[in-house]
């Protein structure tokens, strides 16, 4: 079960890194993805790494936001950036097994964005 943390509120323009643990796992064979989910809307991906270390954004965050792994720590990062109000949601990590396809869904945290 991955854990997420490192939401908060935050002001525009300003940043937050969020994180994605995992443990017991051998993190380069698992593909991992953020994903959010603001109220009333449905859940979007965010950023993908994948096993092999490509990296794919949603437009709405393309040159704010950086994804980025620490195998030795097993971990994924979500590197925010230029904050703005529609960015606010609760933020998910989702990792995939490349071997067996299975998912695991974090617990979420929330970004919020507000002046």
């Known amino acids: 079960q991955p854990v997420e943390s490192g939401g908060g509120l935050v002001q525009p323009g300003e940043s937050l890194r969020l994180s994605c643990a995992v443990a017991?796992?051998?993190?380069?064979?698992?593909?991992m993805a953020w994903y959010r989910q603001a109220p009333g809307k449905q859940r979007e991906l965010v950023a993908e790494?994948?096993?092999?270390?490509?990296?794919n954004y949603a437009d709405s965050v393309k040159g704010r936001f950086t994804i980025s792994r620490d195998t030795p720590k097993k971990m994924w990062y979500l590197q925010m950036n230029s904050l703005k109000p529609d960015d606010t949601a609760v933020y998910y990590c989702?990792?995939?097994?490349?071997?067996?396809?299975?998912?695991?869904w974090g617990q979420g945290t929330q970004v919020s964005v507000s002046s």
């Open positions: 017991g796992i051998p993190i380069t064979l698992y593909d």
């Open positions: 790494y994948s096993s092999g270390g490509n990296q």
């Open positions: 989702k990792v995939i097994s490349t071997y067996s396809g299975n998912a695991f």
